[in-house]
Each structure stands twice: as structure tokens, then as C-alpha cells.
């Protein structure tokens, strides 16, 4: 199956009535570690890379290695996305590599102008039959070069700023934080605003900064040599809540690196004389396989990849000129 569109991929989350993880990746070991987590539970999956990851694997390398995480996996709906894209250059450098969705966040802006920013990303990308997703509201914390203080989203707003910019989907703020430190106390997020906004803009939601940051994760990096605060995460259950109320795509970017992290430092404290990467980075590529699946069931996509009948971006050109 070759790569689908995202527009497809939450489609089909929407009849389904389940959400989709969106994985952030940067290397092999990330890519084999979810893909293998998704063809066991035949899962569909979302593959996403931030600016920093096509930074970090020189653009290129990322594009064949998903290429060849789909070649080995024909049966499982892949979307490579375009996480915080910044600009509508580096829209375009996605596009060229092959994306089939793309996110513009232009949410530090004014209103006024993220709806001219994100309107002008929509226009290029259906061109080419991508998927774009925008963003209104910002989040707190600190991921990568992504950094903000909460401003939650307004219902109303998010309803003008859907009619004016015709994205894809939406990424709300309703309490998320990207980075480990989400919540110092009790984790809480505005579900309610979920439900109403999605009722009113009819497009599939997106929730960031996701991660759960379970404490046996936090622990086992502490355990072998780490110095991480303990902070409370999204709990499990309420994504599972905000999926029922009309989330279709969480992205998961800290557990992951958390899991890799906690193996890495747990094989080389019990055996430091191990010096070959593969010793420590088959363990690593093996707690982002266990991790993944579990979030696949958490989110009830385990099981739906056989849904998919694929549509190319030849088709999503069509289907943006018809609109």
C-alpha cells in the first residue's frame, strides 16, 4: 500500500469512531519499532517528523526510510506528516520529499494573521493533493524548537478560522503541554471544549503534546544514571474521552523518547563493557514496539488497517478541485 493521504487516514478514524497515533520519529530504530508495533496489531499509523528530524537525518534519510518502512509493510495505511511545520518553505521542502500532510502552526501569530499564513499553506498543498493541518490555541511547554504558553481555543474563533482557511484538520488547545512537565498537579483538560468545537468546525480534531509520561518510564531512566523530575502526562483515559468527543490524530513524541532512553541507559549500566550500537539500540527499537502497541490499543486503532481501500494524492487533487 503506498503511503495514504492524512485526509483518508482520519476519515476512516471518524466512521470507525477511534483515533490514530501520530509518532514522532528520527531515526531507523523509531520507524522499525512502530511499524512492527502496527503490522502485529494491523493498525494504520501516522509517521511524523518535526523540523528538527528532517534537520537531524539531513531530509533525504528520512524519506527512504520511510520508504522502506512501507515497502516492508504494504498492508499498513502509513501517512508520513509534517509535524509544526513553520513556514510555508518548509511546507514546500515536505511536499517535494514526499509528505502527504503537512501542519502549518502559525497559532503564535494574531488571528488574523494565521488565518492568512495557514490559508496560503491549504491553497499550495491541495495543489499537490496534500493533506494540511492548522492550528488555533497554543500549548504549553517546551518540545524541540517548539515553545508557547497556554492559551486554550475559542469555540467561535475556531469556527470563522475552519470557514477561512478549509483545512484538513484542526489542532486544538484544551490543556496539553508539549515536553515531559506537563501537569505539576492534578492533570486536567477542557474535554468540553472538544465536544463543542468539534460540533461546530465538522472536521477531524488533533490533540499535541499527548504523551503520558508514565511513571515507570520516568523511572526507569532514574533508575540507571537519569535526573528527571516526576510531572504527571495526558492520563490515558482522558484521550480516550476527548477521541469519543472527536479527536481523530494524537501525537506521542516524549513517551517514546522516554522508553528509548530508559533501555538504552538500563543495557549499558548492566553491561558496560557493550560497546556495538546494536546492543543497546535493538532494546531501545524494542520499547518503542511496546510502547506504540499499547497506544494503538489505547486509542482503538488496533485492527482497523484492513478498513483501507487506498487513495492516492491524484485522487485528493480531484477531490480539492471539486470542492
Same mark, same amino acid.
Given at each position: 500500500m503506498p503511503l495514504i493521504p492524512m485526509?483518508?487516514?482520519?476519515? +476512516?478514524? +471518524?466512521?470507525?469512531?477511534?483515533?490514530v497515533g501520530a509518532f514522532n520519529v528520527n531515526n531507523m530504530e523509531q520507524i522499525q519499532g512502530i511499524m512492527k508495533a502496527a503490522r502485529e496489531l494491523e493498525s494504520p499509523v501516522i509517521l511524523q517528523a518535526s523540523r528538527g528530524a528532517l534537520k537531524y537525518t539531513d531530509l533525504t534519510y528520512l524519506k527512504y526510510l520511510v520508504q522502506a518502512a512501507v515497502e516492508a509493510n504494504p498492508e499498513i495505511p502509513v501517512v508520513l506528516h509534517l509535524d509544526h511545520g513553520d513556514s510555508l518553505e518548509t511546507v514546500k521542502t515536505a511536499i517535494r520529499l514526499g509528505f502527504t500532510s503537512v501542519m502549518i502552526d502559525a497559532s503564535h501569530h494574531d488571528f488574523e494573521t494565521n488565518v492568512r499564513i495557514s490559508r496560503e499553506v491549504v491553497e499550495y498543498a491541495h495543489e499537490f493533493g496534500v493533506s494540511v493541518e492548522a492550528?488555533?490555541?497554543?500549548? =504549553? =511547554?517546551? +518540545?524541540e524548537d517548539v515553545a508557547g504558553t497556554v492559551q486554550l481555543t475559542d469555540p467561535d474563533q475556531a469556527e470563522e478560522f475552519v470557514a477561512r482557511?478549509?483545512?484538513?484538520?484542526?489542532?486544538?488547545?484544551?490543556? %496539553?503541554?508539549?515536553g515531559a512537565y506537563k501537569f505539576k498537579g492534578e492533570p486536567k483538560l477542557a474535554l468540553d471544549l472538544v465536544q463543542e468545537i468539534s460540533r461546530r468546525v465538522q472536521i477531524p480534531l488533533v490533540l499535541h503534546g499527548a504523551s503520558s509520561v508514565p511513571k515507570e518510564l520516568v523511572d526507569a531512566v532514574n533508575a540507571y544514571g537519569g535526573s528527571i523530575e516526576q510531572s504527571s502526562g495526558v492520563p490515558v483515559e482522558s484521550?480516550?474521552?476527548?477521541?469519543?468527543? =472527536?479527536v481523530r490524530k494524537i501525537n506521542v513524541d516524549t513517551d517514546i523518547r522516554l522508553a528509548? %532512553?530508559?533501555a538504552v541507559r538500563k543495557t549499558l549500566f548492566e553491561a558496560p563493557e557493550k560497546f556495538d550500537p546494536r546492543d543497546y539500540l535493538g532494546p531501545a527499537r524494542e520499547a518503542v514496539y511496546r510502547l506504540v502497541a499499547q497506544r494503538m490499543k489505547d486509542f482503538g486503532s488496533a485492527g482497523h488497517a484492513r478498513d483501507y481501500t487506498p487513495i492516492t494524492l491524484e485522487d485528493m487533487k480531484a477531490h480539492y478541485k471539486r470542492a
Open positions: 485526509y483518508q487516514c482520519l476519515k +476512516e478514524a +471518524e466512521k470507525g469512531g477511534y483515533g492550528e488555533l490555541g497554543t500549548l =504549553g =511547554g517546551i +518540545e482557511v478549509g483545512c484538513d484538520s484542526l489542532a486544538v488547545a484544551i490543556g %496539553t503541554s508539549h484521550i480516550k474521552e476527548a477521541i469519543r468527543y =472527536g528509548m %532512553t530508559g
